[in-house]
């Protein structure tokens, strides 16, 4: 799945997030828009805005067999528990650091 977003364009894929091999995917973000800032839009898309469709239990960023995966569990206005599964090593494969130069 795909998102244009202002300065272009997130790209989302993988699968449902309801486990580490079926992730959800963050490929690439547009500039200034964080794997967290991706995260949270698709929480909002897929459950509705926080604190009224969901409410946040835990957030965990994990390592496991090389990938970097940051693992949400919240809980829906019924009362279940979902977790979600978001992998993030490309994402994080595609920042580049630029330290500000010294003086």
């Known amino acids: 799945?795909?998102?244009?977003i202002n300065e272009g364009t997130l790209?989302?894929?993988g699968g449902l997030g309801d486990s580490f091999q079926n992730a959800i995917v963050i490929k690439k973000?547009?500039?200034?828009?964080s794997a967290?800032?991706?995260?949270?839009l698709i929480l909002?898309?897929?459950f509705?805005?926080?604190d009224?469709?969901?409410r946040l239990m835990q957030q965990e960023s994990l390592q496991r067999h090389g990938r970097t995966y940051d693992v949400y569990t919240?809980?829906?206005l019924d009362g279940a528990e979902r977790m979600l599964v978001f992998d993030v090593t490309d994402w994080l494969g595609r920042i580049t650091w630029n330290p500000e130069p010294r003086s």
């Not at 799945?1 to 244009?4: A, K, Q, R």
């Not at 973000?29 to 828009?33: E, H, R, S």
């Open 29 to 33: 973000t547009p500039k200034g828009f």
């Open 11 to 13: 790209v989302v894929t």
């Open 1 to 4: 799945m795909d998102f244009s």
């Open 44 to 46: 909002t898309q897929r």
């Open 36 to 40: 967290a800032g991706a995260e949270q």
């Open 48 to 50: 509705g805005k926080r």
């Open 52 to 54: 009224e469709g969901w």
């Open 74 to 76: 919240i809980v829906l």
